[in-house]
């Protein structure tokens, strides 16, 4: 049944923040058209969710803005650490961690590492890049109410600045509407975890004499722990913009009205250690942290992303992060559907595979601030316990043990204790730098368009073959390299960047007559440790059940 509408697109999102300008550039670089409401009139204008950690900074790699962000970040390019210490006068305190990357280790796992961007520098490249891509995105626009049914989704739209109202007819909607969500709301589904952790209210101030105060400790974070004036101070430009997250109780019946000018300043002061520090504020935001996870991410033909779907401690900037990540999942899914070479099942995988990484982050983040005695959270018994393990394990080493993956174990923790990145199915698939055509390439650079089989060079187990027949045949979008030594090798090791003997077949976890699949994510699917009777079977066998096509 058509339904009448002013607009018809295959994929409307609600949200144009962080996470639904990542989901516009994703589904731009597939080619999905979609279009974009956000009811603020552009893009953030306060300083916050600084930290793009190395995954996500893969997946702007992949999608060719890595080099904007970094530009865009590059007043902060060299800070590094939290430091936690009474006042910033005096030497004090103590690093909590000092760098990031101590002896450069993360460079045998990942093509790039972490970024400090602030969300307000963030979204301006995000935005652009969308654009360019063709991306129709519309600020002061506000999604009014949506009704949806088995073939799509009709939302009424409103232009707040001329009042004048529209419906949009989508395939499918995207709700990146932020933790008090109108759409989540409006299907009813609840939330599961903690709740509320605490609040703080966060100034933006100039100061030119702080840099002076602060010295060489180019720090990401600096904790401050005077009993009467404690906060977290961050850089902005380490020359005289700055931000300051204030403790507030509202809990103990403390508004946000008391939080006057004059108080902020002298909450500043005090906490830095210099009673006449200049100190010009220039806007203020009250936030609250939380932990959160919606029970359901999937509801017919409407997803959750981003804050709608989880909330998180900002301790250790998980929260943007999981929700880019939960963009870019989603992304290639919708992407595979629309073009028809998979099944509509394969989007129920969205919420088997995202809401598990959410549930075991958002603990994490948690416990993060229990570890960092993050100002103003005094954590409830149980709240921030468990498990506590490495970051890279929840960074680059979660796993989808269910989901689209074939040969998985559904056992296996979300989040291992020990990161391995081995090539097993449902996990990130390794980094090793390759050659294409002279050109120096990581494997990460080749998930984004298509599903990508790996196998050895010469042919000699027919996986390639079969690859490439599949894809003639069958519609699927599948690109096929084989990766060796020789001439015959669409991809070789790239001898230079080699600590050693390189060998691809090892460090995925197969042989030389072996093969593995890895989907657009980056994400490996399904492997076969040896030779097959019969390749083109087992590998279109893997396929159906990956991409729920058969």
């Known amino acids: 049944m058509q339904q009448k509408a002013d607009h018809r697109i295959p994929v409307l999102i609600v949200g144009g923040s962080l996470v639904g300008l990542s989901m516009s550039l994703f589904l731009g670089r597939l080619g999905v058209r979609h279009m974009v409401v956000e009811r603020h009139s552009g893009t953030s204008i306060h300083p916050r969710g600084r930290g793009n950690n190395v995954r996500t900074m893969e997946l702007f790699r992949v999608a060719g803005i890595a080099p904007d962000i970094k530009a865009a970040a590059s007043p902060l390019a060299d800070n ?10 005096g030497d004090a305190g103590e690093w909590l961690f000092k760098q990031i990357d101590p002896g450069g280790g993360l460079a045998r796992l990942s ?56 419906t949009v007819r989508a395939d499918y909607l995207i709700a990146a509407d932020g933790p008090r969500s109108p759409v989540r709301h409006r299907l009813g589904i609840g939330q599961s975890g903690p709740g509320d952790l605490f609040a703080n209210v966060s100034v933006t101030f100039r100061s030119k004499l702080l840099a002076d105060v602060v010295g060489e400790r180019h720090f990401i974070c600096c904790y401050l722990t005077d009993p009467e004036a404690d906060g977290a101070l961050l850089p902005i430009d380490n020359q005289e913009r700055w931000v300051f997250h204030a ?48 029970d359901q991410y999937v509801s017919g033909r ?25 963009a870019h ?29 959410a549930l075991e982050t958002s603990a994490r983040a948690s416990a993060r601030s229990v570890e960092h005695s993050h100002p103003g959270f005094a954590p409830a018994p149980g709240v921030g316990g468990g498990r506590r393990g490495g970051i890279l394990n929840v960074v680059l080493g ?54 990508v089989l ?26 096929a390299y084989r990766i060796g030594p020789g001439a015959d090798a669409d991809l070789t090791y790239d001898t230079e960047s080699a600590a050693g003997p390189v060998d691809w077949t090892r460090l995925h976890g197969t042989t030389a007559d072996g093969a593995v699949l890895v989907r657009p994510d980056g994400f490996v699917a399904w492997r076969s440790p040896g030779a097959a009777p019969d390749p083109e079977a087992e590998l279109r066998k893997a396929l159906a059940e990956i991409l729920h096509k058969g």
């Open 302 to 326: 409407v997803f959750l992303a981003g804050d709608s779907a989880h909330e998180m401690s900002p301790t250790g900037a998980f929260g943007c992060n999981t929700g880019i990540q939960d």
């Open 454 to 479: 790996l196998t050895d060079a010469p042919d000699d187990a027919g996986w390639y073959a079969a690859a490439r027949r599949i894809a003639e045949r069958d519609g699927v979008r599948l690109d």
């Open 329 to 357: 999942n989603l992304a290639w899914k919708l992407a595979a559907v629309l073009d028809g070479w998979a099944g509509e099942g394969l989007l129920e995988s969205y919420g088997t595979e995202r809401r598990p990484v």
């Open 247 to 294: 403790p507030w109780h509202p809990e103990r019946g403390e508004t946000l009205e008391e939080f006057t000018e004059e108080r902020l300043r002298r909450h500043i002061r005090r906490a830095v250690g210099v009673p006449d520090l200049d100190v010009e504020i220039t806007g203020t935001a009250s936030w609250r942290a939380a932990e959160r996870v919606a």
């Open 80 to 89: 590094h650490g939290i430091l936690q210490t009474p006042t910033l006068v």
């Open 398 to 451: 979660y796993r989808y043990p269910q989901g689209a993956v074939a040969g998985a174990d559904p056992e296996q923790p979300v989040v291992p204790e020990e990161l391995r990145l081995d090539g097993q199915p449902g996990s990130r698939a390794p980094h090793l730098w390759l050659r294409r055509d002279g050109e120096r390439v990581s494997t990460i650079d080749l998930y984004e368009r298509s599903m």
């Open 111 to 166: 093509p790039t590492g972490w970024c400090l961007c602030s969300q307000n520098d963030l979204e301006p490249v995000l935005l652009a890049n969308a654009r360019a891509l063709g991306g129709d995105l519309r600020y002061s626009h506000q999604m009014e109410s949506f009704e949806q049914d088995a073939e799509g989704v009709t939302v009424t739209v409103k232009d707040r600045a001329t009042e004048e109202r529209y």
